[in-house]
């Protein structure tokens, strides 16, 4: 990870994955969000109040109510990051036709926040993407990741 890069983490949950790489980078410029409103999450998660205390003192920015779909309309610091970050993406209605249309706009509005050598890293369960790592689940049940990253003018460069 490049020093003092800027990074935006999206729908995290209780924050423990933003506390946890900006203790692991310090030098790290986040932008920390999450879905909820911040008293959603503080009633939601026991630990999102020490995760926030941690991530606000070492002067992360901590945003809520930030929708992932959305991003054109985002505000959330200055100019570009050089990482963009979202793990597990999720909704509840809509079926596969809902998540891949949430990961396609998600990957639309993220390519506006995205610097020129930035990378934009999304976490799924084993089969969901829709790549040669994903086997015997193929194409149709997936989330069909390189052909909504293509779509957003974005290459897939790497699965793990």
């Not at 930035?118 to 052909?147: H, K, M």
Request: glycine share 12%.
């Amino acid at each position: 990870m490049v020093d003092h890069a800027r990074v935006l983490v999206l729908g995290d949950g209780d924050l423990s994955f933003s506390a946890a790489l900006h203790e692991s980078a310090p030098d790290l410029r986040m932008v920390a969000t999450t879905f909820e409103s911040r008293e959603e999450l503080l009633r939601r998660y026991a630990c999102a109040h020490e995760h926030i205390a941690a991530l606000e003192e070492a002067g992360a920015i901590v945003l809520h109510e930030v929708d992932a779909t959305r991003l054109q309309t985002f505000s959330g610091g200055d100019g570009t990051f050089q990482r963009i970050i979202f793990n597990f993406p999720y909704q509840a209605f809509g079926g596969i036709k809902g998540l891949r249309r949430l990961l396609g706009q998600f990957f639309e509005g993220a390519r506006l926040l995205l610097s020129l050598d930035g990378c934009i890293e999304v976490a799924l369960c084993a089969g969901q993407g829709g790549t040669s790592l994903d086997g015997a689940r193929g194409w149709a049940g997936s989330w069909r990741v390189p052909l909504l990253a293509a779509r957003a003018q974005l290459a897939l460069i790497c699965c793990r």
